[in-house]
């Protein structure tokens, strides 16, 4: 019954910011990690961020310095904070989230982010 869905995406000039936000609905679970992915049509989808339940972190290197992931374990909420974005940052990002009690993982939707002048 785990949904999560994705939020905050959009178009934005190369240097601009963007805040992402992911929710899991249908009830409060314990997510061992939440995080974030990214797909570009024709290429694989990379991880971006993830972040598990004890504050523990994990970014692209492309990613490293520019993007900050953060949760509210309360809300079972992953936000993704997108700064000095990249024309190459351009991509459907899904949001992923693994459950504590079962370890089966679930995807978002995606939302589109595009990054252009």
């Known amino acids: 019954q785990v949904q999560l869905v994705e939020s905050g995406g959009g178009l934005v000039q190369p240097g601009g910011s963007l805040r992402l936000s992911c929710v899991a609905s249908?009830?409060?679970?314990?997510?061992?990690?939440m995080g974030w992915y990214r797909q570009v049509p024709g290429k694989q989808r990379e991880l971006v961020a993830t972040i598990t339940s004890g504050s523990n972190t994990n970014y692209a290197d492309s990613v490293k310095g520019r993007f900050t992931i953060s949760r509210d374990n309360a809300k079972n909420t992953v936000y993704l904070q997108m700064n000095s974005l990249k024309p190459e940052d351009t991509a459907v990002y899904y949001c992923?989230?693994?459950?504590?009690?079962?370890?089966?993982?679930?995807w978002g939707q995606g939302t589109q982010v595009t990054v252009s002048s």
């Open positions: 249908g009830g409060i679970f314990s997510f061992y990690a």
């Open positions: 992923n989230a693994r459950r504590q009690d079962t370890w089966n993982s679930y």
